[in-house]
Nanobody, 122 residues
């Protein structure tokens, strides 16, 4: 069974940084756009960042552009989301995903990770 397993969440002060990682047990990154969604309390899940399987083009939601960076490590079959200049409004559960289209929505997600909590607070 293919799984996505996240790690790296936690508590950080505003302005700080965190790195999330996602281990892909089934090498599905070769077939799907990989990325991250998040769910802020009381809101719907939103796509945060994705990376194309072929050419590694990256896509970001506007609120995180310039602060978050998605990357992949093919050798370790792992994806990372480096989050800099974190704000309290970035507090959310973050999910690693495999999806059909890099600019798609929830309906295009084919596999979800279990989620990791990120809390930005002083």
């Amino acid at each position: 069974e293919v799984q996505l397993v996240e790690s790296g969440g936690g508590l950080v002060q505003p302005g700080g940084s965190l790195r999330l990682s996602c281990a892909d047990s089934g090498f599905i990154y070769k077939r799907y756009c990989m990325g991250w969604f998040r769910q802020i309390a009381g809101k719907e899940r939103e796509r945060v960042a994705t990376i194309h399987p072929t050419d590694a083009t990256t896509f970001y939601t506007k609120s995180v552009e310039g602060r978050f960076t998605i990357s992949r490590d093919k050798a370790e079959n792992t994806f990372h989301l480096v989050m800099d200049a974190l704000k309290p409004e970035d507090t959310a559960m973050y999910y690693c995903v495999a999806m059909r289209y890099c600019t798609g929505g929830i309906g295009d997600v084919r596999l979800w990770g279990q989620g990791t909590q990120v809390t930005v607070s002083s």
